[in-house]
């Protein structure tokens, strides 16, 4: 489920929920007396904190009070990583989880690609979903700089198992900070000036070329050539996600193979034997849908993901 909509998970997971349900709930379906007693506590808690009038909610279902606005601040588009801190209390106020906000250290997701394995739906939905509607389609959501308290029911909350600390069924509170918003362009920016790499080459695409081995009297790698490639392919992150430095891969140079773009674009500005690292925004790999990644690996490509790879040409016939 790692690829379906925000909106569509969550009618997944209550159609889930409901199917259980009707086999042990008489009467009122579990789902819904969850949502309306969590519905009937958040408003009370909104009522007795004095934020009637304050208070706003998504279509899903989470509820927000924005309590920085930065109107000239960065906005996330689809594709945008969003970095974020939190803490997060029960409505009597006891801290139950936070990010480490001393060390910086945020959490992170891409607007456009919900997985709960990254972020919880209401986290998601508070963040992205807040905020005017702009283009006549989606709401801006919170901007760079902004924070925003966050009431989460139960529901929205990731499939919690619960704990002492903090009951299954209970709504939470959530106080927002968004610390940062990076575009692709940015984050590879970012990586580039993090390794203090030298970019021998940007095509109009955005493809990086980073040449590590230069061999200027070797031959060009030509159009109709079949170039045998050696390669790691990574996330930004440093995970690899495919990978042949013993074989190579035989490619066909201007064939319409399945190679990504930033592939047809890099491997014929090469020569033989050149070494170079090949850093690409998701528009020229894997774009809004993302990948499996290889069977060995089985470190999955994310929608809009920017990807790294260590390159050789070993031949060119």
């Known amino acids: 489920m790692n690829r379906v909509s925000f909106l569509n998970a969550l009618l997944i997971g209550g159609l889930t929920l409901t199917g259980l349900a009707s086999c042990t709930q ?3 379906a579990l789902r819904d007396r969850q949502r309306r007693e969590n519905d009937a506590e958040i408003a009370q808690y909104i009522a ?12 899903a279902g989470t509820y927000y009070i924005v309590t920085t606005s930065l109107p000239s601040a960065q906005t996330a588009a689809a594709g945008d990583e969003i970095q974020y801190h939190y803490v997060a209390r029960r409505f009597d106020g006891l801290i139950v989880d936070s990010t480490d906000i001393a060390a910086n250290l945020p959490r992170s997701f891409t607007r456009g690609f919900f997985s709960q394995n990254i972020v919880t739906a209401g986290i998601y939905d508070g963040i ?17 700089g902004e924070k925003a308290t966050l009431l989460v ?5 990731g499939g919690r198992v619960g704990s002492l600390l903090l009951p299954q069924f209970s709504p939470v509170r959530y106080d927002i900070t968004v610390a940062k918003v990076r575009t692709e362009e940015k984050q590879i920016d970012d990586f580039i000036a993090l390794n203090k790499y030298t970019v021998t080459t940007k095509t109009t695409e955005g493809v990086r070329i980073v040449k590590t081995l230069a061999r200027p009297d070797s031959a060009q790698v030509k159009v109709g050539q079949t170039a045998n490639v050696r390669y790691t392919g990574k996330l930004l992150n440093g995970r690899t996600f495919d990978l042949n430095t013993t074989t190579g891969f035989d490619y066909k140079v201007g064939e319409q193979q399945s190679v990504i773009g930033a592939w047809k674009i890099a491997v014929p500005l090469a020569r033989v034997g050149e070494k170079f690292f090949l850093i690409t925004p998701s528009s020229q790999a894997y774009g809004q849908a993302g990948d499996a990644g290889s069977q060995t690996y089985k470190v999955p490509i994310p929608p809009f993901a920017p990807l790294f790879f260590e390159m050789e040409i070993v031949s060119s016939k």
């Open 48 to 59: 007795t904190n004095n934020l009637t009038g304050r208070a706003q909610t998504t279509e």
């Open 26 to 28: 008489p009467g009122e």
């Open 153 to 157: 029911p139960s529901y929205l909350d």
């Open 128 to 144: 992205v979903n807040s905020g005017p509607i702009r283009s006549g389609i989606e709401r801006v959501g919170m901007r760079e």
